[in-house]
């Protein structure tokens, strides 16, 4: 699968050994650093964060060619996973909108993913821990779904935390990926961000972080395997 990543500070993360584990084959796609964004998605994708908005194509020019390729995604039901950013560029690229700087405000610490019933049957999150426990860092905010997306879960603060579009392609707002160090780097960069409660918080809860990311992440490696076996050549 092709994982995009946006900056050299929201890497995979634990995602990497987690879905190595799973027999997943993982290429990481580094367009700030020069490599080309995938016309075609592979068997699967994953989009990662960053610190740009989804429209900030004059800070990130490679968006656009992101967008279009999460639009190709959803449309041919190749499994994908958004990631923070990642969801909002879905969000942009099916018709959605995104809010910057979202009137609520930052969430930022380890946020209770309250699942909905319409997560039951859903193929990625179904009886995955709820809450879920996911680690936020996010001032963007989805602000409307695309058309026929399927909202799956929420927490207190932003109502769109987690959603399916078409068949195979979700968004998450918060980092299920995102491991101490990385998630620390990331609260000393934001001011209006208590970095020694937020960090706290999650080491505090790491065992339960890191048991729910990693389910994700096999359940998804297992969604992108099932494809692939099943993937008509093209």
Known sequence: MDVIQH???CPLDRFEGWLTAAAADVRVVRPY???PV???PAEGLIVLGGQMSAYDDGVAPWLPAVRALLAVAAAEATPTLGICLGAQLLTVACGGRVEVDAAPGRESGVVDVRWLSSAADDPLVSGLPDPFPGPSMHADAVASLPAGAVLLGSSAMYPHQAFRVGAAAWGVQ??????????AGWAAEH??????????ELVS???EVAAAGRELATRFAAIVARAASSAVPR
């Open 7 to 9: 900056e050299s500070g």
């Open 33 to 35: 650093d020069g490599d």
């Open 38 to 40: 995938p016309s075609v």
């Open 174 to 183: 918060f980092h299920p990926e995102v491991s101490e160090p990385t998630f």
């Open 191 to 200: 001011p209006d961000v208590d970095s020694a409660a937020v960090v706290g």
């Open 205 to 207: 809860r790491d065992a």
